[in-house]
């Protein structure tokens, strides 16, 4: 069974069997359709890429709102955008180490404090120009200058100084920070020329495809750019086309009129996974669905409380009920194993009621209903979780009273102002962004009013520490502090569902983000 | 002048007078949704510095009497402004977006109009007989299923079972006018079944209504078809009504359809209204009501001067 199997792939590798075949013969042979479908990704993968072909992309989540400034970006499509038209200067593989990209390399000083980019030569923008050190300094300036609206500010605002000095960037930190490189990969940051100062809408970049129409909020057109400085980009053009109605995006994936479609709801996904000319990737991510309290406002204020809220949580109903299987059990912190230096030997949280009961005795609390405030909008699936975790709570004597709210306004009115409602996190690349923007005393988005001195100088200790055992055990320490202190409950972790046609061939699954971190049209290409 | 000029002209100032009217309370009801457009924007990652920058940037800091005067100035002289969130020219986006909304409610308008005067008429020659029956079982059916169920259900076998139709109804520039009318078969399909019972209904109950007069009978006795006396004699008078629903059913063709939008991804003024108010961009918010509230009192009017031109009575007042 193995020769004939090693001459099928043979045979893909080399374009004689397609993927309908191969799959035809792999079950005969008794292969599990899994692994049939992973090999002959592997055989199609060594094939090398095949150029050519129009990729249209049906994408959630964009609006006739949006703007292709880069500093903008909040969403799917608009993110996809950037991605297609530019580049940044490094990017997270998926295996969680550091790619250079427009720069060449990256080096650190020994603390820690100066980061030099040597920038890539001879890359050139959609324009003609080429990208110079100059262009890259204007950039960074524009998302950290006091101007700045940008998406990026948050992560920018260590930098005390920036440099730009022939084919090298320099940046300056005023604290140390072993993870700036990974700062810097941020889907913000893209290198525009002249730093985007001018027109910063323009979607100029140095991406493989450049902007051909720009209609938002309907589609984003893109046509290849031969003078590209990757070998990425395979295809002639690519159309990023927003289709924000679920049913819409999946009858439009089924007919073949898109060869992508991101979002996939759990609920259809075992359905449309057997669809003979579809695959489902299912990729475990660092996005979390939570419930947050705010540790400094009654009733909450009570750990005990806090505690019993978190053992009255039934995880494994929520992953199953609500993810349906696609995702894992949080851990009431908001990293998971798919963060570097992650310690795999904190105990996972169970569902407790005695424990529940106990902690929620202890807290005194009056017995008055405790108001958790949801919305359709907060996360997929927000209101009926809303709905499970009251039913468990009562039984542990919890009474919990569930107040839904509007979409309309709810991440300005309700989310990071009410002490406990429903949201979500769509991760960060490295541990320290993660607790930096939402877990340090001082982060504008400490949405859980959590706010330790002890915790806050371990993750500036752990910032600068650049042993990767010792940082290890120090957010280790700090894992343990959310978890048992923390206004956190965090159920669950979400998958990224995505569907693709199997005229696709070259993916890779990234934890980093949905469509392989939103490489896709970059990194594919049709069998 | 001329009574009808002078009618014309009289309705033309009211109608501008009521589209201002229509801006103000448009202007002061975003305003009072909660938050504004540089929060929408930002959304969660919304910090305070941002905030403050973006709405300096926006110049929203301004107090909203003077944010709307200068709208209004603009948009007399012509200029329709910059959206808030894209800085895109809105007068071109609405142009886009208008031209698809149009050319998808006139397909809807073609077949349905026609469709549903015919139908009514049939319905009054066979009236109270099967094909009567037939037709208003049929047209009540459609229009009491929510038109996105039908578009789902024929989404599913049309387009992803039987792969006839393309689901996406995407328009654009570089489409032949075939290639358009191909793409929007499906949505304009929905839209005439939602359209076409009152219109039908109306039509049957006008003429009805007429054939119980005296000169219908007349009409009759001297030897006329059923046909003949219906399209001759009935119809004429029937005019007034027939034409009043017909306007209404074809502004919402164009104010109405955003579910419809929505199902088929197609891209007109509907998704562009909602994605607007969601993000709270008040000058796109005003351009695409005033140019709905346009489309509402023109066709009104153009329902109440029709009636007039159509009855001798109204046509030469004493």
């Known amino acids: 069974m193995n020769e004939q199997l090693t001459h099928m792939t043979k045979e893909v590798t080399a374009g004689k069997l397609t993927r309908r075949e191969f799959m035809g013969k792999a079950a005969a042979l008794g292969v599990s359709a899994a692994l049939a479908s992973t090999m002959f990704a592997d055989a199609a993968r060594a094939a090398g890429p095949k150029k050519g072909g129009d990729f249209k992309m049906g994408m959630s989540s964009g609006e006739s709102t949006n703007s292709l400034d880069p500093a903008s970006y909040a969403s799917p499509v608009p993110a996809m955008n950037g991605r297609l038209f530019g580049d940044t200067l490094v990017e997270v593989t998926p295996d969680g180490s550091i790619e250079p990209r427009l720069a060449e390399s990256v080096e650190g000083s020994a603390d820690a404090k100066v980061w030099t980019f040597k920038l890539r030569p001879g890359v050139e923008f959609h324009n003609g120009k080429t990208m110079t050190s100059e262009d890259v300094l204007k950039t960074m300036e524009r998302h950290s200058n006091e101007d700045s609206k940008s998406g990026a500010l948050g992560i920018m605002k260590g930098i005390e100084s920036m440099k730009a000095d022939g084919e090298y960037f320099q940046v300056t930190l005023a604290e140390a920070n072993a993870d700036l490189p990974y700062l810097m990969s941020d889907y913000h940051l893209i290198v525009q020329p002249d730093g985007g100062m001018e027109n910063p809408g323009d979607g100029v970049g140095t991406g493989p495809y450049k902007l051909e129409t720009n209609e938002p909020g309907v589609r984003h057109l893109f046509s290849k750019f031969e003078n590209h400085w990757s070998d990425e980009g395979h295809y002639d053009s690519v159309e990023n086309i927003v289709i924000n109605d679920a049913t819409a995006r999946m009858a439009a ?68 009920k609500i993810l349906r299987g696609y995702g894992s059990l949080g851990n009431d912190m908001p990293i998971n194993v798919s963060y570097p230096l992650f310690d795999t030997s904190i105990p996972q949280r169970e569902f407790d009621l005695e424990k529940a ?131 956190l409950i965090c159920p669950m972790f979400n998958d990224f569902i995505d569907g693709i046609s199997t005229q696709v061939a070259g993916w890779v699954t990234d934890p980093n983000g949905e469509l392989m971190n939103q490489y896709i049209a970059r990194k594919t290409w049709f069998a | ?29 975003t305003e009072a949704l909660p938050g504004d457009a540089a929060q929408a924007v930002l959304g969660q990652s919304a910090t305070p510095e941002a905030l403050a920058n973006l709405r300096e940037e926006m110049g929203l800091n301004r107090p909203a009497l003077t944010r709307y005067f200068e709208w209004l100035g603009g948009i007399v002289q012509g200029d329709l402004g910059q959206s808030l969130t894209n800085k895109l020219d809105i007068a071109e986006s609405i142009g886009k977006r208008l031209g698809n909304t149009l050319f998808l409610a006139s397909v809807a308008a073609v077949v349905s109009v026609p469709l549903a005067i015919f139908l009514g008429l049939l319905a009054v020659q066979y009236r109270n007989r099967w094909p009567d029956k037939l037709i208003s079982a049929i047209t009540l059916t459609t229009v009491s299923i929510p038109e996105f169920l039908i578009g789902y259900v024929l989404v599913y076998f049309i387009s992803v079972k039987l792969g006839w139709f393309s689901s996406l109804a995407m328009i654009n520039d570089t489409m032949s006018f075939g290639q358009k009318l191909y793409a929007v078969a499906l949505p304009a399909f929905v839209l005439t079944l939602v359209v076409l019972a009152q219109m039908m209904r109306m039509t ?88 709905f509230a346009a489309v509402y009192i023109g066709l009104n009017m153009v329902a109440d001067i029709v009636s007039i031109l159509a009855n001798p009575r109204l046509r030469h007042p004493k």
């Not at chain 1, 359905?271 to 947050?292: D, K």
């Not at chain 1, 540790?295 to 505690?307: G, Q, V």
Request: a negative charge; aromatic letters at 10%.
């Open chain 1, 253 to 320: 994936l089924q007919s073949g009129q898109v060869h992508m479609a991101n979002r996939v709801e759990p609920k259809v996904a075992d359905l449309l996974g057997r669809a003979p000319n579809l695959t489902v990737e299912s990729t475990p991510g660092r996005g979390h669905y939570v419930f947050i309290m705010h540790c400094d406002t009654a009733p909450f204020d009570s750990n005990e409380l806090r505690m019993a809220l978190k053992y009255a949580i039934n995880r494994e109903e929520m992953v199953d």
């Open chain 1, 357 to 487: 009961k106990e902690h929620y005795q202890k807290s005194g609390h009056d017995g008055s209903p405790i108001i958790l405030r949801t919305a359709d909008g907060a996360f997929p699936g927000a209101v009926d979780a809303a709905a499970l975790f009251q039913q468990s709570a009562a039984q542990a004597g919890i009474p919990l009273e569930i107040k839904r709210e509007p979409n309309d306004g709810y991440w300005s009115e309700v989310w990071n102002v009410q002490p406990f409602c429903a949201s979500y996190w769509s991760g960060r690349p490295v541990q320290d962004q993660m607790y930096g923007t939402a877990y340090l005393s001082t982060a504008d988005w400490n949405d859980t009013r959590f706010k330790v001195e002890e915790f806050d100088a371990l993750l500036l200790q752990a910032r600068a520490e650049l042993d990767p055992e010792k940082r290890k055990e120090l957010y280790s320490k700090m894992g343990y502090m959310v978890r048992d202190t923390g206004g």
């Open chain 2, 1 to 29: 002048m001329h009574p009808i000029i002078k009618l014309v002209s009289q309705r033309l100032a009211l109608g501008l007078l009521l589209l201002f009217g229509a801006s103000a309370l448009i202007f002061g009801l």
């Open chain 2, 204 to 291: 049957r109950a006008a003429i009805l209504n007429l054939m119980q007069s005296a000169y219908i009978e007349t009409a009759e006795l001297k030897g006329l078809t059923t046909f003949q006396v219906i399209a001759r004699h009935a119809f004429p008078n029937a005019i007034s009504p027939i034409v009043n629903v017909v306007m209404l059913n074809l502004a919402y063709l164009v104010v109405g359809v955003v579910v419809v939008e929505v199902v088929f991804v197609y891209p007109g003024m509907g998704q562009y209204l909602v994605d607007s108010v969601t993000k709270r961009d008040v000058p796109v918010v005003l351009a695409c009501g005033v140019v």
